[in-house]
C-alpha cells in the first residue's frame, strides 16, 4: 500500500483526556457511549474532537464515554458488551477502513457494518454508523478533518436522533 503524506493541519487536535464531557467509569446513566479504534488514530480523534466541539457550540452539555479498542473488526463485539452492561440511549462507533492491495477492506466493511446494524435492531438503540470507508488516506483526512467534518455531522445526527426518540416515547 501507497503511504500518503497529508497535512496534519487539516485534521482537527486530538481531544482532551480530561475534558470534563468526558466520562470516567462507571459508564452507567451516560447518554451516548463512543466506540473507537485505535488503529488510524488521528483520523479517528480528529473526528471525537469534531464531534465534542460541535456539543460544545450547542450547548449540549451531557457527558458521553470513549471506549478505545484495536480496530474495526472489533467494534460490534465491544458495542454489544457495552449496551449490556451499560444501556446507553445511544452509540457512536468509529473507525476507518482504507482500502489496501486486497479486497479485505470490502469484506471488513461489510462484516463490521452489517453488525452494527444487527445490534442497533436487537437493542432498539440507535448506533450511529461513524466507520469511514475510503479508498485513500487523503480521502479518510477529508472526511475526518476540516473539508467534510464528519464529527460534526455525528454529532447532528446524535440530536436528531435523540430528538426523535424523545417524541415517539411520549
Known sequence: ??????????????????????????????????VSTTYHRRIICSMISSFLETFKSNNKLDKFAVIEIPGAFELPLIIKIALETYTPKQILALGCIIKGETNHDE????????????????????IINGVLTTNTLIQAVDRAGKKYNKGKDFAETYFSMS????????
Open 107 to 126: 469484506y471488513l466493511s461489510s462484516t463490521v457494518i452489517n453488525g452494527l446494524r444487527n445490534l442497533s435492531l436487537e437493542y432498539k438503540t440507535p
Open 1 to 34: 500500500m501507497n503511504k500518503t503524506e497529508f497535512n496534519s493541519t487539516d485534521l482537527y487536535p486530538d481531544i482532551a483526556r480530561d475534558d470534563p464531557l468526558l466520562a470516567k467509569l462507571p459508564y452507567k446513566g451516560i447518554p451516548l457511549i463512543i
Open 163 to 170: 430528538t426523535i426518540i424523545d417524541k415517539l416515547k411520549k
